[in-house]
């Protein structure tokens, strides 16, 4: 059964170092998203992408993040100078893109920030 | 933003008990999704409901999407030790992104 990936599984960084997480979402998939869990807490939308633009993001989502699509199965978010409150899961998720379907996410990448 | 109220946030059950949670929120939603969490795990779907008044079920587990499009409720019937974990609703809006809305989660702990 296809399935989303995400790489790295853990990540540790320094505070106000650039990471890029990695995501292959379902390959006929269309829509893509990044959402945040800080521990012990409720999984929260970051950003969702469409045919090679952000299409909505949250307030969380502010300039220290990015998207892209650097081809035509990856899809990354890049945090640029992180924080310590950056440290989180962080879930990728994609859909079809027809009028009823859902969203599958990925096994997520737990970021630490020290 | 939505907010999705997601009720009872823990549980402890014996094995063979059935088990209720349910969601609501004071926004209208197109879609409502149950999504099951392991420790370190991204969410794995369970069941999702498109209709208002929906019923569903997918094995022991069996949702409705209410008819005022604001709630949702999760029973499991018949809990075994791998019932256990964290159980979110989630409400998916039309016309935006579809972007999902969490709740809190219903923390799951099946007792022997």
């Known amino acids: 059964e296809p399935e989303v990936t995400q790489t790295p599984s853990h990540q540790v960084t320094q505070m106000g170092q650039e990471v890029i997480l990695r995501c292959v979402p379902i390959?006929?998939?269309?829509?893509f998203y990044w959402y945040r869990q800080i521990l012990g807490q409720k999984v929260e939308f970051l950003v969702s992408f469409y045919n090679n633009e952000i299409s909505e993001k949250s307030e969380i989502f502010d300039d220290q993040f990015s998207v892209e699509r650097p081809d035509g199965s990856n899809f990354t978010l890049k945090i640029r100078s992180t924080k310590l409150e950056d440290s989180a899961m962080y879930f990728c998720?994609?859909?079809?893109?027809?009028?009823?379907?859902?969203?599958?996410f990925g096994p997520g990448t737990r970021l630490l920030v020290l | 933003g939505q907010q999705l109220n997601q009720s009872p946030q823990s549980m402890f059950i014996q094995e063979g008990e059935d088990v209720s949670m349910n969601c609501t929120s004071s926004?209208?939603?197109?879609?409502w999704l149950w999504y099951k969490q392991d420790p370190g795990e991204g969410p794995v779907l369970l069941i999702a409901l498109y209709k208002a008044g929906e019923l569903t079920s997918n094995g022991r587990l069996t949702a409705q999407f209410g008819i005022t499009r604001k709630d949702s409720f999760l029973n499991i019937s018949a809990s075994i030790p791998s019932d256990v974990g964290i159980y979110f609703c989630a409400g998916q809006l039309i016309g935006s992104a579809r972007q999902l809305t969490f709740g809190s989660g219903t923390q799951l702990t099946v007792l022997p």
């Open positions: 390959s006929n998939h269309l829509y």
């Open positions: 926004s209208i939603f197109n879609t």
């Open positions: 998720a994609s859909r079809v893109g027809t009028s009823q379907e859902t969203q599958y």
